[in-house]
């Protein structure tokens, strides 16, 4: 685990629409491999999509550790506003860079990207997750200017 950030609190933003976030689920999936084979459908509270979890019609969790999923994590994640916990862990066909756009998740508590196979630079933008509590994340580089402990 990488503790290179300081909280320096969340961006203000507007409600979430339920649309926006199954539609961005959905544009995440259609970059993955090996996606649950249950996900199936246009709204992944309604139809009950393994490893999503919803509040009040809301996406509030992703759990998919272990899945053999594999692609990458665009920055279409920024739109499932409240996502309370992202846990990819264990997936090492999931690649590439993470995006600064995962600095909008101001309700994010809870990180687990450990066990993929992301590279480059940890984005600056993670030290805007006020609420993050728990970071699991590969050794990826850079601590940028916002050095020090959670």
Known sequence: MNECFTS???????????????????????QWRRKPSDWVGSDPCGDIWIGINCTDSRIVSIKLSSMG???TLSD??????????LD????KGL????????????KLENLLLTGCSFSGEIPPEIGLLSR???LMAPALSGCSEHEGQW
Request: aromatic fraction near 6%.
């Open 132 to 134: 993050l509590v728990y």
């Open 69 to 71: 999923l594999s692609g």
């Open 8 to 30: 320096t609190g969340g961006r203000e933003g507007g409600r979430e629409g339920e649309g926006d976030s199954a539609a961005a689920l959905s544009s995440l999936a259609s």
């Open 88 to 91: 990819l862990s264990y997936n």
């Open 95 to 106: 690649s590439g860079g993470l995006h600064a756009s995962i600095g909008r998740l101001s």
């Open 76 to 85: 279409d994640i920024q739109y499932i506003e409240e996502l309370q916990t």
